[in-house]
């Protein structure tokens, strides 16, 4: 079992839908990332979060650390929206390295 | 302030070439690290590296590969006589130093194909 997983694997919306895409994880974390990847494209830091809630722009990621679980969600969806949406974990064994979830893969139509 | 630079952005090799995928970290960051993409696969870190020194290799394959951060100059990962399934996205991230409070810049990744 991954010690990431992320839900779900693939999203459609409409624009103007509000969008939730969620993560959980098995291990002791020091820090939650959330990073945008567009197709063919760079690797797009979104969010750092180690406890709470952060809010950027229409985005915003919560965290549990109870439950060990995150949220990221889009309002007002729009189709430049459309990225892959990758959850990551910073693990507390000090190795600074980052555990990747397999990505939610989001198309959002006109 | 440029971000990460990685280059080449696109990779073409035959079976049994080297590669050498660059990375120059962000301007203050010290800190490399190295992930893999592999087709329909999700990330998997390769290597931790700062200024000459290697500090964590655990996700490197033991074999034809290698990487460096010298005091002058990006980070090289090396990966001799490449085969098949080394094609894959080789993304860098840097960041100012280590610890939960310093996130991660990302550049756009090197895209391998073996031929």
């Known amino acids: 079992k991954n010690e990431v997983e992320q839900s779900p694997q693939n999203l459609t919306a409409q624009e103007g839908e509000f969008i939730t895409i969620n993560c959980s994880y098995s291990?002791?974390?020091?820090?939650l990332h959330w990073l945008q990847q567009h197709p063919g494209g760079g690797i797009v830091s979104l969010f750092m979060?180690?406890?709470g809630k952060k809010k950027h722009g229409r985005l915003i990621a919560t965290i549990n650390i109870q439950e060990k679980h995150s949220s990221l969600h889009i309002t007002a969806s729009h189709p430049r929206d459309s990225a892959v949406y990758i959850c990551?974990?910073?693990?507390?064994?000090?190795?600074?390295?980052?555990?990747f979830g397999t990505g939610t893969r989001l198309q959002v139509f006109p | 302030n440029a971000g990460v630079m990685q280059n080449p952005r696109h990779l073409v090799r035959r079976r049994g070439q080297e590669a050498r995928l660059r990375c120059s970290p962000m301007?203050?960051?010290?800190?490399v690290y190295w992930y893999r993409q592999l087709p329909e696969e999700g990330l998997k870190f390769m290597v931790y590296?700062?200024?000459?020194?290697?500090?964590?290799e655990s996700g490197m394959p033991k074999e034809r590969f290698s990487a460096e951060f010298p005091k002058e100059g990006p980070s090289i990962l090396r990966i001799q006589q490449v085969v098949r399934g080394d094609s894959a996205a080789y993304f860098c991230?840097?960041?100012?130093?280590?610890?939960?409070?310093?996130?991660?810049?990302f550049g756009s990744g090197t895209r391998l194909t073996v031929v």
């Open positions: 991230a840097s960041s100012p130093a280590m610890g939960q409070s310093y996130g991660y810049t």
């Open positions: 291990v002791g974390i020091s820090a």
């Open positions: 979060l180690s406890s």
């Open positions: 990551a974990v910073r693990k507390v064994d000090n190795t600074d390295k980052l555990i």
């Open positions: 301007k203050g960051h010290s800190h």
């Open positions: 590296l700062q200024k000459e020194n290697i500090i964590d």
